[in-house]
């Protein structure tokens, strides 16, 4: 079982940053599918964007290229960078991976998860 742990979350201003980062407990550049995924208050959780083994992403449209996902195999690490931030954006973020070629941004596709980091967006 692949444990993560999350971090990087907090309270910004509209129009700010952040970046979160997800470490795994093992080797993340081989046959993985690594994402990120949210739940604001009474929204269902929605993906953000997934990243596969070679490098391949999606992002869900209201990332509207605010958002990149990218991480560090060698450091086995996973990270989102977050810019102009909205406070529609105000969610628990959750990272998640799977073993396998194919990565679509949907968490039923995903067995194993990280605890969740909050970030709120206020105005």
């Known amino acids: 079982q692949v444990q993560l742990v999350e971090s990087g979350g907090g309270s910004v201003q509209a129009g700010g940053s952040l970046r979160l980062s997800c470490a795994a407990s093992?080797?993340?550049?081989?046959?993985?599918?690594m994402a990120w995924f949210r739940q604001g208050p009474g929204k269902e959780r929605e993906g953000v964007a997934v990243?596969?083994?070679?490098?391949?992403?999606e992002y869900a449209k209201f990332v509207r290229g605010r958002f990149t996902i990218s991480k560090d195999n060698a450091k086995n690490t996973l990270y989102l960078q977050m810019n102009s931030l909205e406070s529609e954006d105000t969610a628990m973020y959750y990272c998640?991976?799977?073993?396998?070629?194919?990565?679509?941004?949907?968490?039923?596709?995903?067995?194993?998860w990280g605890q969740g980091n909050q970030v709120t967006v206020f105005s």
């Open positions: 093992e080797d993340i550049d081989n046959n993985y599918c």
């Open positions: 990243i596969d083994k070679r490098d391949n992403i």
């Open positions: 998640a991976t799977r073993r396998g070629s194919y990565c679509p941004l949907s968490q039923s596709a995903f067995n194993y």
